[in-house]
């Protein structure tokens, strides 16, 4: 089955990237504040893509042929309907739902998602995350030594009971640290990348209430964990969940009591840390950028050219733009588990606005 051309489109004000200051091994650049979403899911694809052989453009300018591969947030969409002209037709284009999404674009004719909740491989696609860059791993003459546990996120995605002074006692009764790496502790650039003194990885989410165990969110956490080969005490989570093979991957604890009781066992069970360290580093075999642009080229290059062929997107074709995200609205309606997602997200940006 023939190929498609395909371009990553990258319409921001920055600018297309000068090939020498993307360096994949140098944390800096892909963990700017505000634009590390955007360098992660179209830059990092597009230089690790390019990087294994296959041939992939990165622009700012619509192409009139091939996969257009996008994410819908408002500065790209602008850029793409200012652009978008009936020459323009015949692209196939492939959004990208970052968690800022609560169901897929309909301007879409396939979706990668950063989890299988939302996959069902026809259509929607799962492609993990790819791995911090630059990720500097845990010493291991650091051995099963339990002292510092680090948090690696935003400041908001952090349960407010982590900061609480039962939390605070409990860290200062047994000789623990915390360390909140965000930008708002770090400054722009944190350092997600650095585990060389880290012993524990903690990310409890707060919960929203409108089901699906978060399951807007990558298993990011967890994987960069597992490729620094620290252990990890993670919330109930969708995409952590469907990685799980067995109880050394890591450690899901609901509430800060039940955090607190998993780090007593840990320290009461050294064997059993020392375990998951081992587990971490197989477990990280399964995400290597190599692993993670082969599930990139087969949805690319087998699955999307399958979807090509099929009378519904043939259909799709001749019709102006908004009659086909209408199309594709009603051949493909978001699921309702999808559809609750996303008036959680509404109502939570209401209530925010309406409180500042």
Known sequence: MPSLPVTFFYPYAEGLPDPGDADLSSHAFWSLEGQERRRAWLLQTYFHLRNAGHEVTLSADLPTEGIIALLPEPEALTQFHHQYERRHRSLFVLTIRADIFGFRSPLGDADIVQNGRFADERHTFFVPHWPQPGLLPRDPARGPRIENIVFKGGYGSLEADYRSDTWTAFLADRGLT????????????????????????????????????????????????????????????????????????????????????????????????????????????????????????????????????TRTYRASRPLPLRTRQLFNLLTRPPAPFELRKHIGHVVRQARTRLAG
């Open 178 to 309: 915390f360390q909140i790496a965000s930008a708002e502790t770090e400054g722009a650039v944190p350092s997600w990348h650095d585990y060389r003194t880290a012993d524990l990885n903690l990310a409890v989410r707060p919960a929203f209430g409108d089901g699906g165990l978060r399951c807007e969110k990558p298993a990011s956490k967890l994987v960069n964990a597992w490729h620094a080969g620290v252990p990890s005490l993670l919330g109930p989570e969708y995409a952590y969940r469907e990685l799980r093979q067995g109880a050394l991957d890591y450690v899901e604890v609901a509430s800060l009591n039940e955090t607190m009781e998993a780090i007593d066992r840990l320290l009461g069970d050294r064997d059993r840390y020392q375990q998951m360290i081992e587990q971490a580093q197989i477990r990280a075999r399964d995400f290597t950028p190599a692993r993670i642009a082969e599930r990139w080229a087969e949805v690319l290059y087998d699955r999307i050219p399958r979807i090509v062929t």
